[in-house]
């Protein structure tokens, strides 16, 4: 059941250290200035105070960052001044403060396709300018939108990169921001103790900094970290110093969040009354920091305890809030336990009819559909509920029929019991068999593709064979007659210089034209087997193809590889390389694109190829339907490899394109 699903919600870091919710928060809030808290209050002074225009651009930068805590749609407002005033003063550093509140607010406010460019556009003007501190909190930014889509891969490239980056910088603070992320990832890949090491790495930088009002954020996460795992004492002690800590710096906010989470350790532990003490007083210090939107997860905790406690009208009125609350702010998190809840409390109640109508919405929206426990709580339910109705149905007419159609109704009712039971088993034996039927064609589908893969390995195999004996004739044979032959055509032509100037002249443009068929038949024999895979390996050669396939056209281009095994197959190098020149090609005929960018990588024990341009988008169903020879190449390169490729369209334009090959 997933009654203890996310009552614990985790907080990521963004640039140096900035608290930001995984859960998307959408609420209103409009800030008086008495309501403030004194850091903004000693910024906003600072800042009048300030003549010097590049700290005052740094100081309303900080002052927005403080805003942005207490009224998110604001920051949108306060990062379009602080473009302006750094237009107006020629400051490129602020027009890139400017950039980095707009991303982060748009994060914060869910849109995470929306800040993805926003993150990439912020890294490009952070490197032309040779800031490494800002560099690094892009690619931090970028990581966190990863790991929002829960794209594992890609979410640890760019932690990793940021804490590369960050290390240069020698900002502990920032550091200490990229290993609380990385131990939130790994705790999401359910690598708790891993996850646990770098959080706890990440607490000691900013306990030995004195950074406080971060640490607020690290324990909560260590909570999560802990209670995911199951230690429930460590996340509890853990919880309560995040609490204390956060009501001391006065941030309700987080002591309202924290709290919830100790409510639903509590649940887990059996202690239900406390556990709704905890969920009351996170729902009041959420009130009062006006989150509403976060008020579903105390008041999905209240209802679970109640129920446990055998209280459902309580706990359907809690679920009924926090439902509305969902409803309202176009949540999906935890909708789910909602779902389950409320069937808990009608069931309780006696309600069959709405219980079963809440636990089908459930199983609908739960990814484990098929486990045993939930199905057998939907047939408990719907038995219940047909009981129901066919006593009601017998009860009435029992008021109006004699004893003898009582006893024809009794008799009608086995024959119909009867006729169903022998259906019941002639559609339990139709399904076995059909099973059965389909096990067996899967069988036989299994078969045929294996033998297409041998049949596409033979095909591919021997294409590359014959790639190579054409290169290696075109190389020695051709290739050499025709050096012979131009070296001949140059003596002629210095022994006709004197005698016959005209005649020597017109031999001259022979040898030119016949130099440059050898040059063309070198390059034809190069590329069908270009000699630097074989002595140089893949990276290489690929970074050579770019340079030699985009530098003419005025394409720039991006290469970056990293993690790569020492020694790869040598079909896997062939693959990886004809896939790159089907991708080169189709970028050059198709795409009309300024930029390509090419990474390759070792993750997750497969060999990452990821090609970016940001030309017209390439529609890769309509291909495919198509037949475009090119996919087809590309497909049935990946297919005998045994990988995956995936195209989708890049933000806001372009491709990207990605190829995984297991090794």
């Known amino acids: 059941m997933l009654a203890s699903l996310p009552q614990f919600m985790r907080i990521n870091s963004l640039f140096g250290g900035q608290p930001l919710g995984l859960v998307a928060f959408f609420f209103l809030f409009t800030p008086m200035l008495y309501s403030q808290p004194v850091a903004a209050d000693s910024l906003r002074k600072a800042y009048e105070q300030e003549r010097n225009p590049e700290k005052k651009l740094e100081l309303y930068y900080d002052l927005a960052l403080e805003i942005k805590e207490l009224d998110l749609p604001a920051t949108f407002s306060y990062a379009d001044t602080l473009e302006r005033m750094a237009q107006a003063a020629h400051y490129a550093k602020g027009?890139?403060?400017?950039?980095?509140?707009r991303a982060r607010a748009t994060y914060e406010q869910g849109d995470i396709d929306?800040?993805?460019?926003?993150?990439?556009?912020?890294?490009?003007?952070?490197?032309?300018?040779?800031?490494?501190?800002?560099?690094?909190?892009?690619?931090n930014g970028l990581g966190a939108c990863f790991a929002e889509r829960h794209q594992s891969d890609s979410a640890m490239v760019y932690y990793i990169r940021s804490a590369e980056?960050?290390?240069?910088?020698g900002n502990l603070s920032d550091l200490a921001s990229a290993y609380s992320n990385i131990g939130n990832l790994f705790q999401d890949e359910q690598a708790y103790d891993k996850g646990i090491s770098y959080l706890e790495k990440a607490l000691k930088?900013?306990?030995?900094?004195?950074?406080?009002?971060?640490?607020?954020?690290?324990?909560?996460?260590?909570?999560v970290a802990y209670g995911t795992k199951g230690d429930i004492e460590q996340a509890m002690a853990y919880a309560r110093k995040g609490i204390s800590l956060a009501l001391e710096q006065g941030n309700k906010f987080v002591a309202g969040v924290i709290s919830g989470g100790i409510g639903n350790l509590l649940n887990k532990k059996g202690e239900y009354r406390e556990a709704i003490r905890w969920c009351e007083q996170s729902a009041a210090l959420l009130k009062e920091a006006n989150r509403r939107p976060n008020l579903?997860?105390?008041?999905?905790?209240?209802?679970?305890?109640?129920?446990?406690?055998?209280?459902?009208?309580?706990?359907?009125?809690?679920?009924?809030?926090?439902?509305?609350?969902?409803?309202?702010?176009?949540?999906?998190?935890?909708?789910?336990?909602?779902?389950?809840?409320?069937?808990?409390?009608?069931?309780?109640?006696?309600?069959?009819?709405?219980?079963?109508?809440?636990?089908?919405?459930?199983?609908?929206?739960?990814?484990?559909?098929?486990?045993?426990?939930?199905?057998?709580n939907i047939a408990e339910m719907e038995a219940r509920y047909e009981t129901q109705k066919k006593e009601a149905e017998i009860a009435a007419?029992?008021?109006?029929?004699?004893?003898?159609?009582?006893?024809?109704?009794?008799?009608?009712?086995?024959?119909?019991?009867?006729?169903?039971?022998?259906?019941?088993?002639?559609?339990?034996?139709?399904?076995?068999?059909?099973?059965?039927?389909?096990r067996k064609k899967a069988e036989l589908d299994a078969a045929l593709i294996h033998e297409q893969k041998l049949g596409l390995n033979a095909v591919i195999e021997a294409q590359e064979a014959e790639r190579r004996r054409i290169a290696k004739d075109l190389h020695d044979s051709i290739a050499q007659q025709l050096v012979a032959l131009k070296l001949g055509f140059d003596k002629l032509h210095s022994k006709l210089a004197a005698s016959s100037p005209d005649d020597a002249r017109q031999l001259g443009a022979m040898a030119q034209q016949l130099d440059a068929s050898c040059t063309e038949v070198r390059n034809i024999s190069h590329v069908m087997l270009p000699p630097a895979l074989e002595q140089h390996g893949l990276a290489p050669s690929l970074e050579l193809l770019l340079r030699n396939s985009f530098q003419q056209v005025g394409i720039k281009t991006e290469f970056e590889y990293y993690g790569l095994p020492e020694v790869l197959d040598e079909k896997i190098e062939v693959g990886i390389y004809r896939i790159a020149q089907e991708l080169v090609n189709n970028i050059l005929k198709h795409?009309?694109?300024?930029?390509?960018?090419?990474?390759?990588?070792?993750?997750?024990?497969?060999?990452?190829?990821?090609?970016?341009?940001?030309?017209?988008?390439?529609?890769?169903?309509?291909?495919?339907?198509?037949?475009?020879?090119?996919?087809?190449?590309?497909?049935?390169?990946?297919?005998?490899?045994?990988?995956?490729?995936?195209?989708?369209?890049?933000?806001?334009?372009g491709t990207i394109s990605t190829v995984r090959i297991p090794l």
């Open 205 to 223: 930088i900013r306990q030995e900094l004195g950074e406080d009002k971060r640490i607020i954020y690290t324990y909560n996460n260590l909570a």
């Open 296 to 376: 579903v997860f105390p008041l999905v905790n209240m209802a679970t305890a109640y129920n446990s406690l055998n209280e459902p009208a309580k706990a359907l009125s809690v679920a009924q809030e926090g439902y509305a609350i969902m409803l309202e702010t176009g949540q999906v998190q935890p909708l789910e336990v909602y779902y389950e809840e409320m069937a808990k409390a009608y069931e309780k109640m006696g309600d069959y009819h709405q219980a079963y109508f809440w636990f089908k919405k459930f199983m609908v929206l739960d990814d484990s559909l098929f486990k045993a426990d939930n199905v057998r």
């Open 591 to 653: 795409s009309g694109a300024g930029r390509v960018a090419f990474q390759l990588y070792h993750a997750g024990g497969n060999l990452v190829l990821k090609v970016e341009d940001d030309g017209r988008s390439f529609d890769f169903e309509a291909a495919r339907v198509k037949g475009s020879m090119g996919l087809l190449n590309i497909l049935s390169r990946v297919a005998n490899l045994g990988g995956a490729f995936f195209s989708e369209p890049g933000r806001p334009q």
């Open 95 to 101: 027009e890139a403060r400017a950039l980095s509140l």
């Open 165 to 169: 980056v960050k290390e240069k910088t």
């Open 114 to 139: 929306g800040a993805i460019p926003l993150y990439r556009d912020l890294l490009v003007r952070y490197r032309k300018i040779g800031d490494l501190e800002g560099e690094g909190g892009a690619l």
């Open 397 to 438: 007419q029992q008021l109006q029929l004699s004893e003898q159609q009582r006893r024809l109704f009794r008799q009608r009712t086995w024959i119909f019991s009867l006729a169903m039971a022998i259906l019941a088993l002639a559609m339990l034996g139709y399904l076995f068999y059909n099973r059965y039927r389909l």
